[in-house]
Structure formats: C-alpha cells, structure tokens
C-alpha cells in the first residue's frame, strides 16, 4: 500500500503514537549519548591481554539518579507506545497480505512527510 494511502486510511491516533514513538527514542539516544556507560557505578575494566577481541571500559560513576528517572520514564512510555500500535484494531481491518507494507509506510511516513515539505515550493512571507 503507498504511503499516500496510509495518510488517508490509518486513523489519527495510530499515526500520532508512532511519532511520538519516534521522539521518544530520538530523545533515549541522547540521553544515552550523554551518560556514562554504565547505570551502576563500576571500575575499569580490560580484556585479558591474550583476548581475541581487545576490549576496556573507563570507570563509571554510573547514571544520577535524574537522569535514570528519566531513562527509565521514557522507556516505560516507548514500551506502552509500541503496545500501543502493535495492538491497535486498525491491524485486523487489513489484508494479510497488506500488513508489512502499511506497517512500513507507516514507521517511514515521517520521512515521507519531511520530503514532501521539502518538495513543495516554498512562498515568501
């Protein structure tokens, strides 16, 4: 099914979850991006040195407890978020047939959405 017709079939509400599902991850990976590697405080660490893969860790004075809180609100909202639209009744009003390609458009529609505004011929205030 083209994108297009997820824009006109799918209802509201689905769509809306599936961006905010999208912002909240955008805002996990930056606050992943942000914190130490490790929630927990932990010491260095390396691989032995006859190890086939070198790896090692600086210590961690693991995560503050803001930034934990809000980890773990946003991963309790992107859980129920993916319940959310993996449960929703618009599902069963499709074709099996159909199930990938309206699931795709819809996870890419943002992406659609962002092309056809750049496409359109912009107007001077």
């Not at 509400?13 to 932990?42: C, F, G, H, K, N």
């Not at 639209?85 to 458009?105: E, F, G, K, Q």
């Amino acid at each position: 099914m083209p994108s297009w017709q997820l824009r006109t079939a799918s209802p509201h509400d689905l769509i809306d979850a599936q961006d905010e599902l999208r912002q909240v991850r955008a805002e996990l990976q930056t606050l992943y991006q942000w914190v130490p590697w490790s929630a927990d405080p932990l010491d260095a660490w390396e691989t032995h040195e006859n190890a086939w893969r070198k790896s090692s860790r600086p210590s961690s004075p693991g995560w503050d407890p803001q930034d934990a809180a809000e980890i773990a609100r946003l991963r309790a909202r992107e859980v129920e978020l993916a319940g959310t639209i993996v449960t929703h009744a618009y599902w069963t009003s499709l074709a099996p047939a159909d199930l990938l390609a309206v699931r795709d458009a819809l996870k890419h529609h943002h992406e659609q959405q962002m092309a056809d505004a750049s496409s359109s011929p912009q107007t001077a205030p």
